[in-house]
C-alpha cells in the first residue's frame, strides 16, 4: 500500500483540500566495485548496472568498433607484408597499434566512470523535475 493514496482530506470547517502526498524516492547509490569489475570484464557492463543504458551502449560499441578497427588493420598490415608494399604496411601499422592504444584508453575510462557511478545529464534532469 502507498502512501500517495491520499486525494484529499477534509477536516471539520476546513473546505479547502489537503495536499496529495508524493511518494518518497530514495536515491539509489551507485558506482562502487562491483560496476568497475563488471566493465572490466564486459565494456558497458558496470553502466548497465548503475541503470545507465545509454552509456552503457556507447561503452559497449565503442569497444566492439575498435575491436573490429584493430582485426582490420592487423589484417592490412599482413597483407602488406606479404605484397612487399612498405607503404601500406607503414599505415596499417599504425592503425593497428593506435586501435589498440585507443582500446585501452576506452577500458580505463569505461572502468573509471562506472566506479564513480556518474549519471547521464538526462536522469540528472529527471531528479530535477521531480523535485
Known sequence: MSISAINSISFKGDTKQAQT???V???RKTGGAAPAIGSFIIPGLGHFMNRNNKTGFKFLGG???LIALTALSGYGSIVALKTKNKALSILTSI???GSII???ALKIADIVKAYKGEQTKQSENKVDAQA
Request: hydrophobic share 35%; net charge negative; glycine share 20%.
Open 25 to 27: 524516492q530514495q536515491e
Open 21 to 23: 502526498a508524493q511518494p
Open 102 to 104: 585507443g582500446s585501452f
Open 95 to 97: 592503425g593497428f597499434f
Open 63 to 65: 569497444q566492439i568498433g
